[in-house]
């Protein structure tokens, strides 16, 4: 572990990255907006963590308001799956070890990250969204030394549903969108209310070019879903220490939820003009 913060303080350019362009600053003055109704999305620097198991919508959600908050969405499991198909050095060893359902070292993750940061510097980007990051208390520790995270959103939904989202997941190999074929009936168990979620339907252009994740499948899921309640659940816990976590239990699909979400976060539904679709 310690070799990753010697990583961070070594690796200049990464870490003088992350501090020039999260500012923290910029992070207090988010924080003492405290989610007001009425503030410009687009005049926000948004630096926000989008936690949740495998399957829970992260993806989704977190694009969808990149797309409304013009800030990047940034997901390390993309990275990851970037690097394991560009046949580079690392490749074959993620390869292995996505299809175990197990991490990656929290030293290949933060250079991936980092260089994702620093392609993004170039391009002027401010702010973010990550999904899929931090998910060691470790990453947690090491993204509070280099940056202020204003905001964790913690998306939940019980284990079966989740199951099922992942072995419906398709996405299409050409424009990169996610869909899902599963049609989610739960009954909701100790009080807790029943789900359904319709199929989310690719257009017919897209249709003869799904694929599906080589980690969506049912023992992988579960291991998945195992990993993450060991190595994620006190990424929780450290937040919710922190005072950062806003907990979002999903009431259902993508019309249920996405306005319940922008009611949480105070986000007003009309400046939800030029969301992309999931
Ligand atoms: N922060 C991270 N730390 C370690 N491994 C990661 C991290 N982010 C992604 N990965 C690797 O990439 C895989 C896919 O990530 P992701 O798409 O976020 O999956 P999930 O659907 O399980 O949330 C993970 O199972 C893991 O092997």
């Given at each position: 572990m310690a070799a990753v913060a010697r990583l961070f303080r070594s690796s200049s350019s990464a870490v003088s990255f992350i501090r020039r362009s999260l500012s923290t600053e910029a992070a207090a003055e988010l924080r003492s907006q405290s989610y007001s109704p009425r503030v410009d999305p687009k005049a926000r620097n948004v630096q926000w963590v989008f936690l949740g198991c495998p399957g829970v919508g992260k993806g989704t959600y977190a694009s969808r308001l990149s797309a409304l908050l013009g800030v990047p969405h940034i997901a390390t499991g993309d990275l990851v799956r970037e690097e394991l198909s560009s046949s580079g050095p690392l490749s074959k060893q993620l390869t292995e070890i996505v299809n175990q359902g197990k991490l990656v070292s929290d030293e290949i993750i933060i250079n991936l990250l980092s260089k994702r940061l620093e392609m993004g510097e170039a391009k002027a980007e401010s702010g973010f969204i990550l999904d899929g990051f931090p998910r060691t208390v470790r990453q947690a520790e090491i993204l509070d030394e280099v940056t202020d995270i204003d905001l964790v959103v913690n998306l939940k939904l019980p284990e079966n549903v989740l199951l099922e989202k992942c072995l419906g997941r398709r996405i299409c190999?050409?424009?990169g969108k996610n869909f899902n074929v599963a049609s989610i009936n739960v009954r909701g168990e100790n009080g807790n209310p029943d789900i359904s979620m319709a199929p989310l339907l690719p257009p017919s252009d897209c249709v003869p070019k799904l694929i599906t994740r080589s980690d969506d499948t049912e023992p992988i899921v579960k291991e998945r879903l195992r990993i993450y309640n060991e190595k994620s659940q006190p990424v929780e816990e450290y937040y919710r220490r922190h005072g950062k976590l806003l907990e979002f239990d999903l009431p259902g699909g993508i019309p249920e939820s996405w306005p319940k979400l922008l009611e949480a976060l105070n986000l007003?539904?009309?400046?939800?003009?030029q969301c992309a679709a999931a």
């Open positions: 190999s050409q424009c007003d539904e009309n400046e939800d003009k």
